[in-house]
């Protein structure tokens, strides 16, 4: 039996120190790591132990009551969110953990939210029950107010700070008492009269707010009756499964408590890949068909490429999770989403950077394949009998861009090189080559992410770049809809010649829902092999608006119409019509501009949160709330990307180092007029517009 889990937070809320304690308490390893002293077995690339990080999310294995844990360990830092959202995708339930001092942080809402998206059961740890500040209730309120979430505790502790003593366990009503330092020996003693009333209370809370989701222990309650250990545990099982119910732990990582009874109830009440419903699969020749196969060794295999990543010595690993069926090395299976073969060289079990090799892969397993040549992350490797493809990962939009150019002219290959191979890697990485300037241009979630890319060019692959200043990632949107614009590219000057011709309608589409194509050609006016050439020929075009040459975004294209002719039309063709096509529905359209606004909190004593909140006043922010925090205060604020370049410096200085703040992307909004007049100045599409070309 196993657990597939994720450990997921707030940036440095001790997810790493806690997936360490958890190696060295069920025997993994020997030697326990400390963030401090950049010796952890997880956190182990050297960006990670330099700076305290995770960076990219690391699995290990390892056992606990004759059961298998596969563990996730996520970076809390917003720039490698795609390291959250793709394990997220793939794990059966969460370990969520919040700082006893800083509560719910915002970035503690967002892998919430991602939690939710991908219906993941979760419990929850409340670390450094030990920090000046700490206060286990207060953090219990604030998951409640602001997940809304019905979570309850079932370990408490006895004292906090300096204080902290042992724990109580509510469910057995006992005392846990630790011995040694490092936490291996502790004991379970029969609860010290003084705990009694304040465990009952908290008991009494876990009933109430179970019986609220569960019939059973709701038929108890009425009927004031006690439940048995069976009948609450069993409980708390099935509403965590359900995602109805948290119960919320709580102990110092660093100081060695409390690991234990979380081990304990990751295995009691996150579910087996058998407790969780059959993944939907689609038939990859009709959407519409669902498909449903069990985590069953006997079904056809089925699995979901999530991650990759490249080791020194095997080359590409990639990361997989097996959602039914088995999977054999030396075998050949479909990658669903491409159509093409793959044959499985080796499969290995990850321990972090390490690696072990196994002889086959069973359902709910997540192992990683080695051997692959065309599989992306997001993709789907079933058998060919019984092709059926998972939905991908859509991956978040870029804020970021930098420019880079290799130190030597020699280099350039070797750069194009390399940025493929990170492109493999992540999906959260964009990679353009601006033709005007002769740069190349990467984009990403954020400073620290085009930072650590940069630094892996030089360090894994000795490779010199220089780069430009950070700048927001802007982009282009429309705003009205234009139809029936004629995309062509004919050429016919003696011999074959070359004919593409569309029409398209445009349209605005969702925030955030980037390009979608929608292929409404009937009666075969276009041949199908010269649609995906010409949605190709879109999406390159909408990479340079008209406005000032930054990509489009948001909007729908539907294809309606076009013709082709027998001998002169191929793929480059289409390409082009389609191309040409969305050059001049986005003339037409009208382009406007774009800045991503980020969601900001800073937490800040009361003595300065008002030079703070003038200094935002400056930075076109909008302030959204204001709260206390302990004896702190806060301010959330939404305010443009393009104002908060170097703002660690600034509200340094404007609070004497005392604040914090965290920043994430949210969403899109137009730049006001005179900004950007200013940001467009001379640069204008590269390409120009126009729909018709005759050579
Ligand atoms: N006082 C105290 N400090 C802790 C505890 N657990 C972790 N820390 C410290 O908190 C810092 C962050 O710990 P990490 O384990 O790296 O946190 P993380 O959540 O993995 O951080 P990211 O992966 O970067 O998001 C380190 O300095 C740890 O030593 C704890 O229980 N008590
Ligand atoms: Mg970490």
Same mark, same amino acid.
């Not at 692959?372 to 789907?380: C, F, V």
């Not at 060019?457 to 982009?475: H, I, Q, T």
């Not at 969305?582 to 003595?607: N, Q, R, T, W």
């Given at each position: 039996m196993f657990r597939n889990?994720? !450990?997921?937070?707030?940036? +440095?809320?001790?997810?790493?120190?806690?997936?360490e304690r958890i190696l060295y308490y069920t025997g993994t390893i020997h030697k326990m790591g400390n963030i401090d002293d950049g010796n952890t077995t *997880?956190?182990?690339?050297?960006?990670?132990?330099?700076? %305290?990080?995770?960076?990219?999310?690391?699995?290990?294995?390892?056992?606990?009551?004759?059961?298998?844990?596969?563990? !996730?360990?996520?970076?809390?830092?917003?720039?490698?969110? !795609?390291?959250?959202?793709?394990? #997220?995708?793939v794990l059966d339930g969460a370990v969520i953990v919040l700082c006893a001092c800083s509560?719910?942080?915002?970035?503690?809402?967002?892998?919430?939210?991602?939690?939710?998206?991908?219906?993941?059961?979760?419990?929850?740890? @409340?670390?450094?029950?030990?920090? #000046?500040?700490?206060?286990?209730?207060?953090?219990?309120?604030? *998951?409640?107010?602001?997940?809304?979430?019905?979570a309850a505790a079932i370990v408490y502790n006895d004292g906090a700070e300096d204080n902290f003593k042992g724990l109580i366990d509510i469910i057995n009503n006992q005392y846990i008492q630790y011995h040694d330092k490092d936490g291996m020996e502790f004991e379970r003693l029969p609860l010290p009269p003084e705990f009694q009333a304040k465990t009952d209370e908290y008991r009494h809370e876990l009933i109430e707010r179970l019986s609220e989701v569960d019939d059973e222990l709701m038929e108890l309650f009425i009927n004031g009756k006690q439940p048995s250990k069976e009948q609450l545990m069993a409980a708390i099982r099935r509403t965590v499964i359900d995602s109805k119910f948290i119960p919320v732990l709580t102990g110092t990582s660093l100081r060695n408590r409390g690991v234990q009874l979380l081990l304990d109830a990751i295995i009691d009440f996150l579910p087996s890949p058998l407790d969780i419903p059959p993944m939907k699969a689609y038939n990859p020749d009709n959407k519409e068909e669902t498909i449903q196969l069990k985590a069953d060794d006997n079904e056809p295999p089925m699995g979901l490429v999530f991650k990759i990543a490249s080791d020194k010595y095997v080359g590409k690993i990639f990361f997989t999770r097996i959602y039914s069926g088995k999977f054999i090395p030396g075998k050949n299976y479909l990658n669903s989403s491409n159509g093409k073969l793959e044959k499985i060289a080796k499969i290995v079990i990850m321990h972090s950077n390490k690696q072990e090799i196994i002889t086959s892969a069973s359902a709910g397993e997540i192992v990683a394949f080695v051997g692959l040549k065309e599989s992306k992350s997001g993709e789907t490797l079933c058998s060919e009998e019984k092709p059926a493809v998972l939905e991908g990962l859509k991956p978040p939009e870029a804020v970021v861009s930098l420019a880079i150019e290799p130190k030597s002219k020699a280099d350039q290959d070797k750069m194009g090189t390399v940025l493929r191979r990170f492109l493999d890697e992540d999906p959260s990485l964009r990679v353009k080559f601006d033709h005007?300037?002769?740069?190349?241009?990467?984009?990403?979630?954020?400073? &620290?992410? &085009?930072?650590?890319i940069v630094?892996?060019?030089?360090?894994?692959?000795? &490779?010199?770049?220089?780069?430009?200043?950070?700048?927001?990632?802007?982009?282009?949107?429309?705003?009205?809809? @234009?139809?029936? @614009?004629?995309?062509? /590219?004919?050429?016919?000057? %003696?011999?074959?010649?070359?004919?593409?011709?569309?029409?398209?309608?445009?349209?605005?589409?969702?925030?955030?829902?980037? &390009?979608?194509?929608? +292929?409404?050609?009937?009666?075969?006016?276009?041949?199908?092999?010269?649609?995906?050439?010409?949605?190709?020929?879109?999406? @390159?075009?909408?990479?340079?608006?008209?406005?000032?040459? /930054?990509?489009?975004? +948001?909007? !729908?294209?539907?294809?309606?119409?076009?013709?082709?002719? +027998?001998?002169?039309?191929?793929?480059?063709?289409?390409? #082009?019509?389609?191309k040409y096509a969305i050059k001049e529905a986005l003339h037409k359209a009208g382009s406007v501009f774009m800045e991503p606004i980020m969601s900001l909190e800073i937490v800040v004593p009361e003595d300065y949160m008002g030079s703070v909140i003038g200094d935002l006043n400056t930075r076109r922010a909008k302030i959204t709330e204001l709260g206390n925090r302990g004896k702190l205060k806060t301010a959330r604020a939404d305010v443009p990307l393009a104002e908060m370049f170097s703002y660690a410096n600034a509200l340094r200085s404007l609070s004497q180092g005392r604040a914090t703040f965290t920043m994430e992307p949210s969403y899109y909004a137009q730049v006001p007029n005179s900004i950007a007049q200013k940001i467009i100045g001379d640069r204008q599409d590269p390409e120009g517009g126009g729909s018709v070309a005759k050579v």
């Amino acid at each position: 039996m196993f657990r597939n889990i994720g !450990i997921i937070a707030h940036i +440095d809320a001790g997810k790493t120190t806690t997936t360490e304690r958890i190696l060295y308490y069920t025997g993994t390893i020997h030697k326990m790591g400390n963030i401090d002293d950049g010796n952890t077995t *997880m956190d182990w690339m050297p960006q990670e132990q330099e700076r %305290g990080i995770t960076i990219t999310a690391a699995a290990t294995t390892c056992f606990w009551r004759d059961h298998r844990i596969n563990i !996730i360990d996520t970076p809390g830092h917003v720039d490698f969110t !795609i390291e959250v959202e793709r394990s #997220l995708k793939v794990l059966d339930g969460a370990v969520i953990v919040l700082c006893a001092c800083s509560g719910v942080q915002p970035q503690t809402e967002t892998v919430y939210r991602q939690a939710d998206k991908y219906h993941v059961p979760r419990i929850a740890f @409340v670390n450094k029950i030990d920090r #000046l500040g700490a206060d286990f209730d207060r953090v219990i309120g604030e *998951m409640r107010d602001r997940f809304g979430s019905n979570a309850a505790a079932i370990v408490y502790n006895d004292g906090a700070e300096d204080n902290f003593k042992g724990l109580i366990d509510i469910i057995n009503n006992q005392y846990i008492q630790y011995h040694d330092k490092d936490g291996m020996e502790f004991e379970r003693l029969p609860l010290p009269p003084e705990f009694q009333a304040k465990t009952d209370e908290y008991r009494h809370e876990l009933i109430e707010r179970l019986s609220e989701v569960d019939d059973e222990l709701m038929e108890l309650f009425i009927n004031g009756k006690q439940p048995s250990k069976e009948q609450l545990m069993a409980a708390i099982r099935r509403t965590v499964i359900d995602s109805k119910f948290i119960p919320v732990l709580t102990g110092t990582s660093l100081r060695n408590r409390g690991v234990q009874l979380l081990l304990d109830a990751i295995i009691d009440f996150l579910p087996s890949p058998l407790d969780i419903p059959p993944m939907k699969a689609y038939n990859p020749d009709n959407k519409e068909e669902t498909i449903q196969l069990k985590a069953d060794d006997n079904e056809p295999p089925m699995g979901l490429v999530f991650k990759i990543a490249s080791d020194k010595y095997v080359g590409k690993i990639f990361f997989t999770r097996i959602y039914s069926g088995k999977f054999i090395p030396g075998k050949n299976y479909l990658n669903s989403s491409n159509g093409k073969l793959e044959k499985i060289a080796k499969i290995v079990i990850m321990h972090s950077n390490k690696q072990e090799i196994i002889t086959s892969a069973s359902a709910g397993e997540i192992v990683a394949f080695v051997g692959l040549k065309e599989s992306k992350s997001g993709e789907t490797l079933c058998s060919e009998e019984k092709p059926a493809v998972l939905e991908g990962l859509k991956p978040p939009e870029a804020v970021v861009s930098l420019a880079i150019e290799p130190k030597s002219k020699a280099d350039q290959d070797k750069m194009g090189t390399v940025l493929r191979r990170f492109l493999d890697e992540d999906p959260s990485l964009r990679v353009k080559f601006d033709h005007e300037t002769s740069q190349t241009i990467i984009s990403g979630m954020g400073e &620290l992410h &085009l930072e650590i890319i940069v630094d892996r060019m030089k360090r894994e692959n000795n &490779l010199d770049v220089s780069v430009g200043r950070p700048e927001v990632a802007y982009k282009e949107a429309i705003t009205k809809k @234009v139809t029936g @614009v004629v995309g062509k /590219y004919v050429q016919q000057s %003696g011999g074959r010649g070359k004919y593409g011709h569309v029409v398209i309608d445009v349209e605005p589409g969702e925030p955030g829902s980037g &390009l979608v194509f929608v +292929d409404k050609i009937k009666g075969g006016a276009i041949p199908r092999e010269f649609i995906k050439p010409a949605k190709e020929g879109i999406e @390159v075009g909408a990479q340079n608006g008209v406005k000032a040459g /930054y990509p489009v975004s +948001d909007f !729908i294209v539907t294809l309606v119409d076009g013709s082709y002719h +027998d001998v002169d039309s191929d793929e480059i063709s289409f390409h #082009l019509a389609g191309k040409y096509a969305i050059k001049e529905a986005l003339h037409k359209a009208g382009s406007v501009f774009m800045e991503p606004i980020m969601s900001l909190e800073i937490v800040v004593p009361e003595d300065y949160m008002g030079s703070v909140i003038g200094d935002l006043n400056t930075r076109r922010a909008k302030i959204t709330e204001l709260g206390n925090r302990g004896k702190l205060k806060t301010a959330r604020a939404d305010v443009p990307l393009a104002e908060m370049f170097s703002y660690a410096n600034a509200l340094r200085s404007l609070s004497q180092g005392r604040a914090t703040f965290t920043m994430e992307p949210s969403y899109y909004a137009q730049v006001p007029n005179s900004i950007a007049q200013k940001i467009i100045g001379d640069r204008q599409d590269p390409e120009g517009g126009g729909s018709v070309a005759k050579v």
